[in-house]
């Protein structure tokens, strides 16, 4: 009887496991070599990320909540670094954030904009470019591009020299 019961859990533990999809490939898959150095450094790194929160997770450090927000922001960041590699052609990512709507205001402090409102190309705060939405797993992230420092520079002094006489 033990040993049916023994046979029955590792039987259900399995399914389970197959059955996650916290983990699972991506129907489209990506072949890092289609991208530059710089490219596949990010990716690299989100990938990396990705193996610290599962660390983190099979040592029950971490929430299940946690775990597949954090595992859902990576996929959003992925997801965009590969859709801006191949629309521009370019071997060059900026740094990018994503933050469900709920997080706003870790970016744009206690006044943050209506994710609703938000346009894909507009400039907030002469500091973030929106992106997009990206949808992961039933979980929106909305992901922004930090200016580099030239772009911050020219639009404070394009936006100081409006408000000169």
């Given at each position: ?34 991208f530059g150095p710089v490219v596949r450094a990010y990716l690299g ?46 071997d060059y990512l900026p740094e990018l954030e994503a933050v469900s ?10 006044n943050p904009p209506a994710p609703a409102r938000l346009k894909n ?45």
């Amino acid at each position: 009887m033990a040993t049916i019961k023994a046979r029955f859990s590792a039987f259900l533990l399995l399914v389970f496991c197959a059955l996650t999809p916290v983990n699972a490939i991506p129907s489209a898959q990506v072949d890092d070599d289609d991208f530059g150095p710089v490219v596949r450094a990010y990716l690299g790194y989100l990938k990396n990320e990705q193996e610290v929160v599962d660390d983190r997770a099979s040592r029950r450090e971490v929430s299940t909540t946690y775990y597949r927000h954090n595992s859902n922001r990576i996929r959003a960041l992925r997801q965009m670094a590969i859709k801006l590699a191949r629309e521009t052609h370019n071997d060059y990512l900026p740094e990018l954030e994503a933050v469900s709507a709920g997080e706003m205001g870790l970016l744009f402090g206690s006044n943050p904009p209506a994710p609703a409102r938000l346009k894909n190309g507009e400039v907030l705060r002469n500091t973030f470019r929106y992106l997009g939405p990206v949808r992961v797993v039933g979980e929106v992230f909305y992901l922004f591009a930090r200016l580099d420092p030239y772009e911050q520079a020219e639009l404070n002094e394009k936006s100081s020299a409006v408000r000169r006489p």
